[in-house]
């Protein structure tokens, strides 16, 4: 396949950015996306340019770093899958193909596709935990019963991979789907019911200083999630977050 890709350079925080085309060819359609990359940036650092900065880790859909706006939408055109997971044949010779880094005044751009999403790593900081009793008289997790519903959402709540292709989807930059992703995995099961109370308030308000914005129920950020994370854990993390309020 021969390729037109229009990718966004940025050389550092505080450079403007612009889009740079790169023709690139022989790519296979069973290439995956960074693999494609990876050609182009051989090229480049052959000819002594400067390769596109990019994130990737574990290239499975598990780290949740490989985050890049292909063609307008969080983690290409294909859903449920991240951008490591994306391959070539979803595309066609001759295809021009637009890169770009996430957008959001929260995850600001540390070099061309790399943003910095630490806020969310602060978020979590702030109630994404329980604590347990290590001093010998710790009881097994296997010998409390919890309700199968209750464990098959508190397990798909726990799926978040913190990728942000939630925020970057969203017209207001919310972060609501991946704090509701966190709260939602502890509320429901009766290891979380401790720091309950607590948890909710101070990742919300993490949240909303991190600058992240309101939910309007849009929804985009369930049909661009790589996960399938349902907005079910939204209404939850709101329910949650009032009884804290009434306590609190
Ligand atoms: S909710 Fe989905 S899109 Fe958002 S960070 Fe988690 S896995 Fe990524
Ligand atoms: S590189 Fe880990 S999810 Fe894509």
Redesign the pocket.
Known sequence: MNLTLKIWRQKGANDKGKIVDYPVSGISPDMSF?EMLDVLNQELIEKGEAPVAF????????????SLYINGRAHGPSTKI????LHMRSFSDGDTIYIEPWRAKAFPVIKDLIVDRSSFDRIQQAGGFISVNTSGNTQDANAIPIEKENADKAFDAATC?G?GACVASCKNSSAMLFVSAKVSQFALLPQGQVEATDRVLNMVKQMDEEGFGNCTNTGACEVEC?KGISLENIARMNREYLAASFKG
């Open positions: 960074l994130d990737h880790d574990c290239r499975e859909g598990i780290c949740g770093t490989c991240t951008a490591c997971q991979i990728c790589p």
